[in-house]
């Protein structure tokens, strides 16, 4: 990727650039990036602990400075694969007035999948919701949170983002 200034991640991936960072990654370098990784996620699980915000937050840029710097080594089109992978979650989004009775399909599915405890919520937009072009949303979650895949979900497809493999 050729340096731009299009947007943030772009920015940092110019400062890997103007600093000669070579292209390419070893297995030992691979290894010290994911031990860097480990140390900012330590980092921000203290600094959650702790409940100190600033903390929090620069152990999350830190992390996504790395994580750039790993993808910038390794060729990767980072850029357009988060926005594939962005488009992808889009598609765990439900959409419709009845987001709760129209999702039934999908819970079956999921169920056939051995997916247990979902449940369907419907995003809160507050005073949004009086607007005349207000569509509610929502998502099939589990008892931990996290978003399940509905029938709408399309993978994404990050093969078109990776470059040559180098060790």
Known sequence: MEPTTDCRISRMLD??????????????????AVKRIREEVRELS?????????????????????????????GYD?????????????????????????CQDSLDALAAKGKQDLRVVRAD???LEDSEDFLATGSIIDKQGK?????????????????EPNE
């Open 78 to 102: 980072l850029e357009n694969a988060v926005d594939e992978v962005n488009n992808s979650n889009a598609t765990k989004t439900l959409y419709g007035e009845d987001v709760l009775n129209n």
């Open 46 to 74: 203290e600094a959650i602990d702790n409940n100190d915000d600033v903390a929090a937050l620069d152990a999350i840029c830190d992390i996504q400075v790395i994580s750039a710097d790993y993808a910038y080594r390794c």
């Open 125 to 127: 937009y507050g005073d």
């Open 15 to 32: 400062i890997f650039f103007s600093w000669g960072v070579p292209k390419g990654m070893t297995k030992t370098a691979k290894r010290e």
């Open 147 to 163: 978003v399940q895949k509905p029938l709408t979900f399309a993978e994404p497809d990050l093969t078109l983002f990776v470059g």
